[in-house]
């Protein structure tokens, strides 16, 4: 008995040892039940926003100022070993909320995300709780609110733009909510106002945007309200496609998309953009909102295709479309290849939105001389090749391209061999192949 005592306070002051070394940031975390969101923050700043699930109107999330009080690892739960199985997924962040043991948490139901299905815990995909784990410590606060009104702005026209969620746990609070986000801006008009008011009190199934114009929801997250619908068919901002949604000009030549121009700004043609490259358009024509559903890819921020599956488990990508980057021997004869698994083989970089459901594969420019492939080096945003890995480039000591040194090598500039030779890049900027000088010597 002595000796199980002993064992249990060596354990304890281990965790005690390891949560005293954590030191509070000045991070913080808020999370709204209604909009079954958690933010991070950071000296006021939002860092990251993540999708949740929080607790069934039966058993609902307290609400309060609290702080985060342990950490665990791979956690156990009644019984329930660490593993697939287990309901608190792989991290546990308990929170000091009295008369029950609450706390954010993973899963194993990646399903549940985004709805009202927990016991009065916070859900959260299992990659997302493992990043937060990383990130925050003992103390660090928590604030639990329930606002099923919030205010956002648009990123392109700086418009205010008020969001419904559904009121699931049925506070009815609508006008107090109101009337606070008319206090802290004044540019909310008393129509907009209204028309939330009314929304409001007949009660919403998915979030709903009021602003001045067509609302896009992309995943039923708000993204821009810079579009309109004409003939019944709907126009997104041009740069909305091309910065959320990865669609550039040569996109919209490939896929003959209709543009419009409109108060000296260029819209696309949303409708037939999704008829051709993936996804779900719906029209709200009573509340002028669009709702477009998508698991979107990109290569280098520019549209590859959807995925299938979910997002937090299986992330399948076509082996077709791997083949678009040179890479056709990575799909080992699979037809579908899990994503994230992928981008950790190849040590490529991954943007990965779990609130919007966009992943963005990140892979470094290659310089391709004849069959030979050079990996490049990025600095201060100008990629770089080693000068001895270049000496296959045809003539390439007569063109006094300059040298740059680092740590005891010579490097070339990429963007200055594609200013002295004939180069062909990939659609995705990933491939430079470089043929011969520009100007060679007769």
């Not at 108060?263 to 999704?274: A, E, F, W």
């Not at 290849?337 to 040590?347: A, G, I, R, S, T």
């Not at 770089?384 to 890995?389: A, G, P, T």
């Not at 070339?412 to 000088?437: A, G, H, N, R, W």
Request: proline content about 4%; charged content about 20%.
């Amino acid at each position: 008995m002595k000796k199980l005592v002993t064992i249990l306070l060596i354990a304890f002051l281990c965790f005690s040892n390891v949560f005293a070394a954590e030191e509070t940031s000045n991070y913080n975390v808020q999370i709204n039940v209604a909009s079954r969101t958690l933010r991070l923050f950071s000296g006021g700043s939002i860092v990251k926003e993540y999708p949740i699930a929080v607790g069934k109107p039966s058993t609902k999330t307290p609400l309060g100022n609290f702080e985060i009080k342990n950490k665990f690892v791979n956690p156990y739960w009644k019984g329930v070993a660490p593993g697939p199985n287990n309901p608190l997924g792989i991290r546990w962040m308990g929170i000091s909320i009295r008369g029950g043991s609450y706390g954010i948490h993973g899963n194993n139901t990646p399903t549940s995300i985004s709805t009202f299905a927990s016991g009065g815990c916070i859900r959260m995909y299992n990659n997302d709780v493992e990043e937060l784990y990383s990130i925050i410590g003992i103390k660090t606060p928590v604030q639990i609110i329930y606002e099923d009104i919030e205010i956002k702005h648009d990123m392109y026209t700086d418009a205010p733009v008020v969001i419904i969620y559904p009121d699931a746990y049925k506070k009815k609070d609508a006008e107090s909510l109101m009337k606070k986000l008319i206090a802290s801006n004044k540019n909310i008009t008393e129509k907009q106002a209204f028309k939330v008011l009314e929304i409001a009190a007949k009660g919403v199934s998915n979030p709903i945007a009021v602003g001045d114009s067509t609302a896009i929801m992309l995943n039923n997250q708000f993204i821009t309200n810079n579009a309109f619908v004409e003939n019944n068919e709907v126009y997104i901002y041009y740069l909305a496609a091309l910065d959320i949604l990865g669609i550039d000009n040569s996109l919209i030549t490939d896929y003959t998309i209709p543009v419009l121009e409109k108060d000296s700004k260029i819209y696309v043609n949303l409708t037939q953009l999704v008829s051709k490259t993936g996804g779900q358009l719906r029209l709200d024509k009573a509340n002028n909102n669009v709702y477009l559903s998508n698991n979107i890819i990109k290569i280098n921020g520019k549209f590859l295709s959807s995925y299938t599956g979910g997002f937090d488990k299986e992330n399948l990508i076509k082996s077709s479309l791997i083949n678009k980057l040179g890479t056709s021997a990575l799909a080992n004869g699979k037809e579908l290849v899990n994503l994230k698994e992928l981008c950790k083989q190849q040590n490529w970089g991954l943007k990965a939105s779990s609130i919007s459901k966009i992943m963005d594969i990140e892979i470094p420019m290659r310089v391709k001389v004849g069959e030979v492939y050079i990996n490049t080096e990025l600095y201060k945003g100008r990629y770089y090749i080693n000068s001895e890995e270049a000496e296959n480039i045809p003539s390439i000591q007569n063109q006094n391209l300059n040298i740059y040194r680092y740590k005891s090598k010579s490097y070339y500039d990429v963007y200055e061999i594609m200013d002295l030779y004939e180069c062909q890049k990939d659609d995705f900027s990933t491939t430079v192949e470089v043929f011969k000088p520009l100007h060679s010597e007769v």
